[in-house]
């Protein structure tokens, strides 16, 4: 079975608009869960932008939730999310002026500081994965890392399918590295900027057994409610 992530950054992003504590990401971490989603994923950005430290300790506290917390390799954020202990860890790139993540690692250049940053998270039985390009470049450095899982940046596919434009090619580099990496026994994850349309065409790829949703989900909540739209997806991925 498939399972379905929600992202709630942007519940602090709504919240952190008026400086107030309306609405609770702590109480949205336990809604989702409620209404479906098999875990629960926040981003700690070194900027904290949206999720701020308190929100982080308070989510990865909940009882019976699965939590992935996405962060980067700065060794202050590294050092709280050890401490924290949430049951999965997603490594990120992170630039301080970009409006969201906007492709997968480098990890090439920062190979012996991630492989670092993965034995600690080991050491504490916390399920690691990296944020990574479609790239059999990028599953073979992962793998040589011994990570448990990757996540696959799925934004260029995602603004074709918006776009109406050919997504056939990067369909298939999503698939090959799919395919590559469970051959490998890594576990694969997909995610950035799916919507409806491309779940349904991504979910077609056995590989990928997990999907990181969050701007849409939100997004949609505005019109038809969170619980719909988390119901929709789980449909989407059990079909």
């Known amino acids: 079975m498939k399972r379905l992530g929600v992202n709630i950054d942007h519940i602090a992003t709504l919240r952190n608009a008026r400086g107030e504590s309306h609405p609770d990401p702590v109480l949205a971490a336990n809604y989702v869960i409620s209404k479906g989603a098999d875990s629960v994923t926040i981003h700690l950005r070194e900027d904290r932008r949206h999720i701020r430290d308190i929100d982080a300790k308070k989510i990865c506290s909940l009882k019976n939730i ?26 990120v790139p992170e630039k301080r002026k970009e409006v969201t993540t906007e492709g997968g690692l480098n990890l090439e250049d920062n190979f012996n500081k991630l492989k670092n940053v993965i034995i600690k998270f080991k050491k504490k039985n916390i399920r690691t994965s990296l944020f990574i390009n479609p790239s059999i470049k990028d599953v073979k450095i992962s793998k040589q890392l011994d990570v448990d899982c990757i996540e696959i940046h799925t934004g260029k596919i995602s603004n074709l399918v918006k776009s109406n434009k050919n997504f056939s090619k990067e369909f298939n580099r999503i698939k090959k590295c799919a395919q590559f990496a469970k051959a490998y026994g890594i576990e694969v994850h997909a995610g950035h900027g799916l919507d409806y349309k491309t779940t349904k065409i991504l979910k077609k790829i056995n590989e990928i057994v997990e999907f990181n949703i969050g701007h849409f989900i939100i997004g949609e909540s505005v019109f038809d409610g969170m619980s719909k739209i988390i119901k929709n997806f789980k449909k989407i991925l059990k079909s």
């Open 66 to 91: 699965l939590v992935n917390l996405e962060i980067s390799i700065n060794s202050k954020i590294v050092n709280y999310a050890l401490k924290i202990k949430p049951t999965y860890v997603c490594i």
